[in-house]
RNA sequence: GGAGAUGUCGCAUAGUUGGUCUAGUGCGCCACAUUGGAAAUGUGGUAUACCCGCAAGGGUAUCAAGGGUUCGAAUCCCUUCAUCUCCGCCA
């Protein structure tokens, strides 16, 4: 959410955000009951400072029985406006839970994700001299997986890697680990249930009802939990509360956890092979720092993912996200995508958001400046790696004639010093 | 899942027959004094959010959270949450 003081200073520019981001501006709305509502507290606050000073006097007095019938007449009058200031005050609260963040100047403008831009290129996807096999085919004839089965078991849209593609999987999670531990992040092994307060302390979801959220997020039957669809939840309120000193940030984590995603809105889409599925293992990124630090922070974040494309050996692109497609929360967007031989295409592997002070105003999680003064930290995040879905450009981009797949140096030593998988069936 | 205990201003604590508690004390921290410098000592200060105000300043709320009783609640009642101990179950 953004600052009251904010909106009010600026509110063209709320307005502006709203519409580079396609979301319905209640600015008009916000000012009025910010108005009321401060109104209702002057009141309020007068009088029942009234109130408590008669109910000083009366331990002392030798005549109780008038100032506690002024107190108690008092008392009513507050009670009016006390109702009329909770009803304001939560329709307030709801409506600024639906102002977006602003987007930054730098961010492309534009309506959707076709109006995204690029921004590099980095490799050139390799050109093969026999007709490379897509990911399922790969995954079929080294034994590699078995979705029938899988799917009779658990249901659609879950997957299960056998052997050595299982291997890999778990060698690439502690790849990356091992990397950003090697750069200053504290490793967080999250859990996946949590409650649904923190799903919305990220900021994901818009307004203060909970069922908005029914869509996209597996609740879990008869409990107040549900499951976590990021690691960045998580980490995003290991904070909340607390006032940090700004000598300690930046605060880098990376959590790994198992992250799970209804797919709702997907029906139909990648239903082949392991690229979009119900639960995921996904390593993330997680930034605290100041916003002076922030940009410099979204660069390190996103450098880090590219690189590790670079040591996965993939080529890949940097897009820029344009305002209507970055999301609500968001100050600015770059997603990071692999070229995937089987679709001809570069395909999403990692998302690097800056978020402002969007989330830490939500968690309550503030830093003390230089000065003394409390501010809100800069809360960013990016993936670190998803799996199985950076499985697939791995064993497309690497895959030989016989199906056997070459594993990229960094990642041999974790593989057991093996420099190919596969191609034995 | 069963039984019990606990939750106070950064930390540790005082406060439970409701009213000088707008929360005392110790430690920590900051400033000043003392000192050649330091330790020790002394004095003062030491939360956050919001409202009114140009400001100085004033006010409201917060003793885990929410609600209730009352003229008045840290103190009484209810609900929730968290922690600890024991039992049960279990990777």
């Known amino acids: 959410m953004l600052d009251i003081k904010f909106i009010r200073e600026n509110p063209d520019a709320v307005k502006r955000a709203c519409e580079l981001k396609g979301f319905t501006d209640y600015t008009d709305q916000i000012l009025e009951l910010d108005a009321r509502v401060r109104e209702l507290k002057t009141v309020t606050q007068s009088k029942t400072a009234e109130k408590n000073k008669i109910t000083r006097e009366i331990p002392t007095a030798t005549d109780k029985a008038p100032l506690i019938a002024a107190s108690k007449a008092i008392a009513n009058e ?218 410099e922070m979204h660069e390190h974040l996103l450098n880090n993912l590219c690189e590790v494309m670079e040591d996965l050996e993939l080529p890949y692109r940097v897009i820029a996200a344009c305002t209507g497609d970055m999301g609500f929360n968001k100050v600015k967007m770059n997603d990071v995508e692999a070229w995937f031989p089987s679709e001809g295409a570069y395909r999403e592997l990692g998302s690097c958001s800056s978020i402002g002070q969007f989330q830490a105003r939500r968690t309550n999680t503030r830093y003390r400046d230089k000065n003394g003064n409390m501010q809100f930290c800069a809360t960013l995040n990016n993936t670190g790696i998803a799996l199985p879905r950076a499985i697939v450009p791995v064993i497309e981009n690497h895959q030989n004639p016989d199906g056997s797949i070459n594993i990229p140096k960094k990642l041999q030593p974790l593989m057991g010093g093996r420099t190919k998988i596969g191609g034995k069936h």
């Open 78 to 295: 507050i009670a009016n406006d006390m109702a009329e200031l909770d009803e304001k005050e939560k329709q307030l609260t709801d409506l600024l839970h639906r102002v977006p963040q602003i987007p930054s100047d730098a961010a492309p403008i534009g309506r959707d994700d076709t109006e995204n831009v690029e921004v590099r290129r980095v490799g050139t996807p390799r050109e093969f001299d026999f007709t490379p096999r897509p990911q399922w085919d790969l995954l079929e004839m080294n034994g590699w997986w078995k979705p029938e089965k899988i799917a009779s078991i658990c249901g659609t849209r879950t997957y299960a890697l056998f052997g050595e593609a299982a291997e890999l999987e778990l060698a690439i999670e502690t790849y990356v680990l091992q990397k950003l531990m090697g750069k200053g992040f504290t490793f967080v092994s999250c859990p996946s249930i949590t409650k649904p307060q923190t799903i919305f302390n990220a900021g994901h979801f818009m307004g203060t009802d909970p069922s908005v959220m029914a869509n996209d997020v597996f609740m879990l039957t008869d409990t107040d939990r549900c499951l976590a669809g990021t690691a960045e939840i998580i980490l995003n309120c290991l904070h909340s509360d607390e006032v940090l000193n700004e000598k300690d940030l930046p605060i880098k984590y990376a959590g790994f956890s198992p992250c799970f995603r209804k797919e709702a809105g997907a029906a139909g889409r990648d239903t082949r092979g392991i690229v979009r599925i119900h639960q995921f293992n996904k390593v993330e990124q997680y930034i605290y720092c100041t916003p002076e630090q922030s940009d």
